[in-house]
């Protein structure tokens, strides 16, 4: 089994943006969706996506996707608090 966690839930304030980091548009496709798009070949059993600042926005721009499991990061404490979010989400994976 292969687990995905991709890091959505930064704000992007150096953006000057009410629109989150994650759904802004970089050749014509979101980055959130550019990355789920690059992790597809890897047929992950489980994409969990951490969100945070406009976690509605992130869920309903993804909402078409199969498979997808948000987790949300409350307060926004950091990269290395989100991947802790993660953590209860991967019981029974090894590595």
């Given amino acids: 089994m ?5 890091l959505a839930a930064g ?3 150096r953006m000057k943006s009410s629109l989150p980091k994650v759904l802004h548009p970089v050749g014509g496709c979101s980055m ?3 990355v789920l798009n690059s992790v ?3 047929t ?3 994409q969990l996506i951490i969100v945070g600042f406009g976690q ?3 869920q309903q721009a993804l ?6 499991t948000f987790i949300e990061q409350a307060e926004q404490l950091g990269t290395g608090h989100a991947v802790q979010q993660v953590i209860p989400h ?3 994976f090894d590595g």
Avoid: N
């Fill in 40 to 42: 597809a070949g890897l």
């Fill in 32 to 34: 959130v969706e550019r």
């Fill in 2 to 6: 292969v687990a995905v966690a991709i």
């Fill in 44 to 46: 992950p059993s489980h």
């Fill in 90 to 92: 991967l019981e029974g």
């Fill in 11 to 13: 704000k992007g304030t």
């Fill in 56 to 58: 509605e926005k992130v």
């Fill in 63 to 68: 909402a078409h996707r199969q498979g997808l």
